[in-house]
């Protein structure tokens, strides 16, 4: 199948780094202009530089912090004036930790970034594509929406939340031939997995590359994912082709997740 997203424009959401990253480059790579977010200025321009323009694409940064998203209004009415066609939620995962041990701070923390700055973004773009009947809204969560992940209690909580949040919007949106789907990675080669693995090592006497291999191995393919992996199928579902997928949570985990 080929995928030609000439014309489109796309919103990728921690779109500097990681799978966000991958996103952006993927959908440049298939013809889409793309608007990335973030907070470091330095690494969105990095990225900007490296998308592929061979399709006269426009390409552009914002610079936003999804931890307060009473901000985010302003900055983005500014900025997206434009229609957008897809819209990638995607940010920085929260802190680690036992549930038990989390402060109230941390939760409200991981719900502005991860669930209502999804609802501001979401509410910039959704009139446009209301308008043009047309919208792909991805959702980057978590496995840990159909199997918890131990020692990830805040994540685990704002990740169910999150995925309840996109099956509401799906059934709102569908009649503007906009679909909402959401993406679970796995294991994913990125900063954030290697992040979780230092602080699972200094809190256990395993080394880094033994928690990688022990999560390699908890999956089926017997291997990490590379974030490319999950970009493909965030391409897919922004693709015209995936037109009668919507309120859809789709796994690319490898097999991780048991049942
Ligand atoms: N990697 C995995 O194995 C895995 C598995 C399952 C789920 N996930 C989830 O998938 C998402 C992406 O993960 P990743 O591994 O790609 O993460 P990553 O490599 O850490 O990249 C995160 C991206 O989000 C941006 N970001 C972080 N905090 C932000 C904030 N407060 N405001 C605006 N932008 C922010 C970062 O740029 P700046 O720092 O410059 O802002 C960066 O572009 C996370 O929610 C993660 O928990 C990851």
């Not at 997203?5 to 889409?32: F, H, P, R, T, Y």
């Not at 931890?67 to 680690?96: Q, R, V, W, Y």
């Not at 200094?202 to 992996?229: C, F, G, H």
Request: glycine share 8%; charged share 20%; with cysteine.
């Amino acid at each position: 199948m080929k995928v030609d997203l000439s014309d489109l424009k796309a919103v990728v959401c921690g779109g500097s780094d990681g799978i966000g990253e991958a996103c952006s480059k993927i959908l440049a790579s298939n013809g889409a202009s793309v608007i990335i977010i973030a907070r470091n200025k330095d690494k969105l321009k990095k990225v900007i530089k490296e998308l592929d323009t061979s399709n006269n694409q426009n390409h552009s940064l914002i610079i936003a912090d999804f931890d307060h998203p009473d901000n985010l209004t302003k900055i983005l009415d500014n900025e997206l004036g434009h229609a957008i066609d897809i819209l990638i939620n995607n940010s920085g995962g929260p802190k680690g930790g036992v549930l038990l041990d989390s402060k109230s701070d941390e939760f409200i923390t991981a719900f502005n970034r991860l669930l209502v700055s999804n609802q501001v973004i979401t509410k910039c773009v959704v009139p446009g594509m209301q308008k043009q009947k047309f919208g792909r809204i991805i959702n980057i969560i978590s496995t840990s929406v159909n199997q918890v992940i131990p020692g990830l209690g805040v994540s685990n909580t704002v990740r169910g939340a999150v995925s309840q949040w996109a099956k509401t919007l799906a059934l709102e949106l569908g009649d503007s031939n906009i679909t909402v789907n959401n993406i679970l990675p796995g294991y994913t080669k990125t900063n954030r997995l290697k992040e979780l693995a230092e602080n699972k090592a200094t809190q256990n006497s395993y080394s880094v590359s033994d928690i990688m291999e022990e999560w390699a191995s908890s999956t089926a393919l017997k291997r990490l994912a590379e974030p490319i992996e999950i970009a493909n199928a965030v391409l897919f579902l922004a693709s015209k082709e995936a037109s009668y997928i919507t309120g859809h949570n789709l796994s690319v985990d490898g097999g991780r997740y048991k049942s």
